[in-house]
C-alpha cells in the first residue's frame, strides 16, 4: 500500500504540474491545487477503504474456515495484518475468546474424577511466536520451518497473557490440563523450558508428535490424540486451538474456542 | 453511540465552560477552548475505535463460532452492525465466500452419476431478511416467530446475488441441488414462490421440518436430513450456509461455506 500511495502521489505531482502549467495564465495555481488535493486524497481514502474491507474479509474468511489451504497471506494485506497484530486488533479478538471459553468453563459441572479434560495447543494458542513473524514479514514470507526450528530451539516464545489466565483457571477449576502441539518430540526439551519460562505450569500431558506422526495432516494427528485420550477414559471438554485443524476433526471436544490467526495456515 | 456522543458533549460543554470561568481572570479563554476541544475530539474518536474493535472482535467471535447461543446483538453494537450489513462489509464478505465456493466447485471431479450434491439453506443464504431485519433493530429485538412468520408469507426475501450465482455455477457443473432449510413443511408454497420471485430454478430437493423435527436443534434435524440424503447415496460436496447449525454436526459436507450473518444465531 505503501508503494501504490508513493506512486499515486507521485502521479498527483504531475496532475498538479500539467494542471499548474496549463492554468498559469489565470492567475489560479493555488484554489487548483488544493482542489486536486482534496481530490486525491478522497480517492487515496476510497483505495484504503476498499483494501481495508478486502483484507476484513480475508481475514474472516480465515477465521470462518472458509478457505482452501493457503501458503502465504496475500501480499496487499501485510501492512494489515502487521497492524492487526501490533496495534490492539488481536489482543482485544484474544481477550474475547478468553471471556468466553472462561465463562464456559466456570459453567460446567465437573466429574472430579480426575478425567475432565481441557486441551490446549502450543503455538499461537499458549506461546506467541509474534517476535519470529514479525521478522519474517507477518505471514508474507513461505514458512521456512529450518529457520523457524532455529527460533524453537531459543525457547524464547512469550506467553499469549489470555491463554496463561485460561489455563491457570481450568487448572484451579479442577480441569486435567493436556497440550497436545504439532512441534516434533525432537523438540520436547526446548518446548518444556519455553512453557516454563513463560509461566506455564504442571499441565497434565505434553503430547508432541512421534515419528510415526510425521506426514500427518495436524486434523489427522490431533483427532488420534484426542481419541486416544478419550479411549484412556477421558472427557475433552474444552480445547482451544488457534487452527481449525486443533479443533476439528473426529472425537472433538464438547466446545471449541478459535483463537485468531491470520499469519499462518495449518491443514 | 449517538446517546453516548451526545452525552460526552454535553459533559463537555461543563468541562469547558467550568475551565472558562476558573481562568477567565487570565484572558486566555480562546487556546483554553480549542484545547478542550481537540481533547475531547481525540477522546471521543479513541471511544469510537475501541467500540469499532469490540463489535470487530465480537463479529469475529461469532463467525468462528466461540460463542455461546446468544439471543439478540450486543446493544453497543447496533450502529456497527447496521454499517456492515448496509454498506460494503456484508457483500464484499458475500462475494470471498462465493468466489471460494466457486473455485472449489469449479476444482472437483464429479461422478456424475447423479449423485453429487451441493446442499443450500434458505434464509440469509439463499433469500435475504435483510428488510425485515431493517426494520426489527439489525437483531437488537429478541426474535418474534409470530412478526416474522408474517414476512416470509409475503415472499419477498430477494435473493442473495452471489448465491444466485453460486447456485446457477454448481447446477451448471452437474451438481444437484438440496435445499434444507429451517422453515415449516407448513411455510412450504410461500418459500417455492419467493425463491422463483427471486430466481431460483429446477432445485432437486426442497427439504422443510416437519411435524416430528420441531422441537430438534437446527444442527440434530439437519445433520439428521444430511445422513438420509448419504443414505440414498447422495455424496454432500458442499454446502452453503450462515448457520454453523448448518455446517456442523454429523454427516458434514466434503467442505463447508459459512457466510456472514451478524444479526442472529440459531443453535
Known amino acids: 500500500m505503501n508503494y501504490l500511495l508513493g506512486f ?38 476510497q483505495l484504503d477503504e476498499d483494501q481495508q474491507l478486502r483484507c476484513t474479509s480475508w481475514r474472516f474468511a480465515v477465521e470462518a474456515n472458509n478457505l482452501s489451504p493457503w501458503k502465504t497471506i496475500p501480499s496487499e494485506c501485510v501492512d494489515y495484518v502487521k497492524d492487526y497484530m501490533m496495534r490492539k486488533g488481536y489482543s482485544v479478538d484474544l481477550e474475547m475468546v478468553y471471556k468466553e471459553a472462561g465463562t464456559y468453563a466456570r459453567s460446567i459441572e465437573l466429574v472430579g474424577d480426575g478425567k475432565d479434560v481441557w486441551v490446549f495447543d502450543v503455538d499461537e494458542t499458549l506461546l506467541s511466536n509474534l517476535p519470529y513473524y514479525a521478522d519474517h514479514g507477518y505471514g508474507l514470507e513461505v514458512f521456512d520451518s529450518h529457520e523457524f526450528d532455529k527460533w524453537v530451539e531459543k525457547a524464547i516464545a512469550p506467553a499469549i497473557e489470555s491463554s496463561l489466565k485460561l489455563y491457570e483457571e481450568v487448572q484451579g477449576l479442577g480441569f486435567k490440563v493436556f497440550l497436545l502441539t504439532g512441534r516434533s518430540e525432537r523438540q520436547r526439551s526446548v518446548t518444556v523450558e519455553n512453557l516454563k519460562n513463560a509461566g506455564f505450569q504442571n499441565w497434565d500431558k505434553l503430547v508432541l508428535r512421534a515419528l510415526e506422526d510425521h506426514g500427518k495432516t495436524a486434523t489427522i494427528y490431533k483427532s488420534e490424540k484426542r481419541s486416544e485420550m478419550v479411549n484412556e477414559g477421558y472427557r475433552i471438554l474444552g480445547n482451544s486451538g488457534d487452527q481449525w485443524s486443533d479443533l476439528l476433526g473426529s472425537t472433538v471436544s464438547k466446545r471449541s474456542f478459535k483463537l485468531p490467526n491470520p499469519m499462518y495456515y495449518i491443514p
Chains 1, 2 share one sequence.
Open 8 to 45: 499515486l502521489l507521485f502521479l498527483s505531482l504531475f496532475s498538479i504540474s500539467s494542471a499548474h502549467e496549463k492554468f498559469d495564465s489565470h492567475l489560479l495555481p493555488r484554489p487548483l491545487i488544493l482542489e486536486y488535493t482534496e481530490t486525491l486524497e478522497t480517492q487515496l481514502k
